[in-house]
């Protein structure tokens, strides 16, 4: 954790993985100061009150806002439950602003059917991604029955749109035209699960104005495909040089 954040009231119970972080990772005690933020809120610098074994108290005091997100919005097709978690935590330590998981018609259903989202767990690892990366803001997370709610999910105006896919693409993602992705015209990424795309899907990513693109010859895992995928995109927007 590069920065500790909390909901509501400034406290870690005992057993919270944040409390064991301050604790033991950190190795601070009362009246030592930690790096922490409100979750989508400020960031700033807490102050240890109390630590006994019921938990950690702390004070807050805000120094600045939470940065922007990268204008990304990622579609994902649901891929298995075993690699959710990691995609959660991948995509907001990238800074990614909204992940849409659908369904896909080659796509396993029960994949659809985990537990993962409705018992908070994608909501804990989106941010345990972002203090990961040192930010309060958090990816915001979108569930979609299909990959035609996905597409009609994504803003009118979008500095491109793009389709990971192996078959047929017209670029290599490296190459791609992709704007100048902003806050009024993001860069819509889909990448589909295990099985990949039917015709369908194809035709309808195509009618709703996507590119297809490719990220080499080599079949990715749906978590390897997105932080690669995601990777590429923010480095040709200039993002992660820090320039933007």
């Not at 807050?60 to 994902?76: D, K, M």
């Not at 991948?90 to 909204?98: F, K, P, Q, T």
Request: charged share 25%; glycine share 10%.
């Amino acid at each position: 954790m590069n920065i500790v954040l909390f909901e509501g009231d400034p406290f870690f119970p005992r057993g919270d993985e944040r409390y064991d972080h301050i604790r033991k990772v950190l190795r601070k005690g009362v009246g030592d100061v930690f790096f922490a933020g409100i979750v989508d809120g400020a960031e700033g610098t807490a102050v240890i009150e109390r630590m006994d074994d019921r938990g950690i108290s702390f004070s807050f005091r805000p120094e600045r806002s939470a940065p922007p997100l990268y204008p990304v919005i990622l579609i994902v097709g649901f891929p298995r439950p075993i690699q959710l978690k990691r995609i959660f935590r991948d995509v907001a330590s990238l800074g990614v602003e909204r992940l849409l998981l659908c369904g896909t018609e080659l796509g396993e259903k029960s994949y659809r059917e985990s537990t993962i989202v409705d018992r908070g767990a994608a909501r804990s690892a989106l941010i345990d991604g972002a203090m990961q990366a040192g930010s309060s803001a958090v990816t915001k997370l979108e569930l979609c029955d299909s990959a035609l709610a996905a597409i009609a999910a994504v803003p009118a105006r979008c500095s491109a749109r793009v389709l990971l896919d192996i078959e047929n693409p017209e670029f290599s993602l490296i190459d791609a035209p992709l704007g100048d992705p902003s806050a009024e015209t993001p860069l819509a990424l889909a990448i589909g699960s295990e099985r990949g795309w039917t015709a369908r899907e194809r035709s309808a990513f195509r009618e709703g104005g996507f590119r297809t693109c490719s990220l080499g010859s080599r079949i990715l895992r749906t978590e390897t495909a997105c932080s690669a995928a995601v990777s590429i995109a923010l480095a040709k927007a200039g993002f992660m040089e820090g320039s933007r």
